[in-house]
């Protein structure tokens, strides 16, 4: 069964920094393409970024720039750096992966297919 566990996230005031981690049980974590989605209080889920299997990246145009997205196969792990925070970046940030490994094709901030796993999320607020 494969597990993903978020950490990192806090609160901090707007212009400062956070980072995001996700540990991944499961020994194929190097195959997989892995996300960040946020959800924002009364707001839809969205993407943030994602990652494929040979490290390409695709961001929303709200994080470009801000954000980054990297992975540590050997550690099973993925990470979000975020710079620059905003008060509107304020929201559960979830990790996700989909066991087939590649991002969604336009820039979209996904994989292609769909995520097979999801964490419980970290908790992120900017103060302005």
């Known amino acids: 069964q494969v597990q993903l566990v978020e950490s990192g996230g806090g609160s901090v005031q707007a212009g400062g920094s956070l980072r995001l981690s996700c540990a991944a049980s499961?020994?194929?974590?190097?195959?997989?393409?892995m996300g960040w989605f946020r959800q924002a209080a009364g707001k839809e889920r969205e993407g943030v970024a994602a990652?494929?299997?040979?490290?390409?990246?695709n961001y929303a145009d709200s994080v470009k720039g801000r954000f980054t997205i990297s992975r540590d196969n050997a550690k099973n792990t993925l990470y979000l750096q975020m710079n620059s925070l905003k008060p509107e970046d304020t929201a559960m940030y979830y990790c996700?992966?989909?066991?087939?490994?590649?991002?969604?094709?336009?820039?979209?901030?996904?994989?292609?297919?769909?995520?097979?796993?999801w964490g419980k999320g970290t908790l992120v607020t900017i103060s302005s």
């Open positions: 996700a992966a989909a066991i087939l490994g590649v991002v969604a094709g336009g820039g979209v901030p996904n994989c292609y297919y769909d995520m097979d796993y």
């Open positions: 499961g020994s194929t974590f190097s195959n997989w393409c």
């Open positions: 990652i494929d299997s040979v490290g390409s990246t």
